[in-house]
């Protein structure tokens, strides 16, 4: 049985072993002429970033490169997201967020990765699609902080998903931890860059 054509705006998403991890084969449809390309990255790596995109229960093989991807290859080239660390008017401090410029529904668009509650009730972690962070009412500022590669893309998400969350620390006015230091968004979205440089994706 052969493996489900999967498709998103124009791309066709797959896997080879022998492919570079992270780049793009372009050629034109053997149909209609029209210009198609594939993603390549390696086969686990594919299956989390499919699994994030809804897609579920697919066949795939290592060897296949979809049949109807042209034969005549116009070049290889390296797909990468620019990714920010963004602030948002809040009190008593600015909310700060990680956002990854996708573009794949719209200029600028892309996923924001964030802790959402508060230190009264402990917070929990936030992966969605965002606009462009210049559209909230609350936008204070964006820190550009490196570009991830398109293999890389879907280890964000989990090393981010890997971050202690900021817990409970208040009943009412009274701290529950008072050894411990403060965790907020703020901390949380530290400790992330932090983690994503150390692990290679930034």
Not at 171 to 199: D, F, G, K, S
Request: with cysteine; net charge positive.
């Amino acid at each position: 049985m052969p493996p489900k054509r999967l498709t998103r705006n124009k791309y066709m998403v797959g896997c080879v072993e022998e492919a570079i991890p992270g780049h793009v084969l372009r050629g034109r449809h053997p149909k209609d002429s029209k210009e198609v390309a594939m993603m390549i990255m390696p086969l686990d790596l594919l299956e989390t970033y499919l699994s994030t995109k809804g897609y579920c229960n697919f066949l795939l093989s290592r060897k296949i490169l979809f049949g109807w991807l042209a034969s005549s290859i116009e070049g290889l080239f390296k797909i990468s997201y620019n990714i920010f660390r963004v602030a948002y008017l809040s009190a008593p401090r600015d909310r700060h967020t990680i956002f990854m410029e996708t573009s794949e529904d719209g200029p600028r668009m892309g996923f924001l990765y964030q802790v959402t509650g508060d230190i009264q009730s402990g917070m929990t972690y936030d992966y969605k699609k965002a606009r462009k962070p210049e559209e909230s009412t609350t936008f204070a500022s964006k820190e550009f902080l490196r570009t991830v590669t398109f293999a890389d893309y879907p280890r964000v998400a989990k090393i981010c998903n890997d971050i202690t969350l900021p817990k409970k620390q208040f009943q009412m006015n009274r701290r529950l931890y008072p050894h411990e230091a403060i965790r907020r968004c703020q901390e949380w979205t530290a400790e992330a860059v932090q983690a994503l440089r150390e692990a290679g994706v930034l």
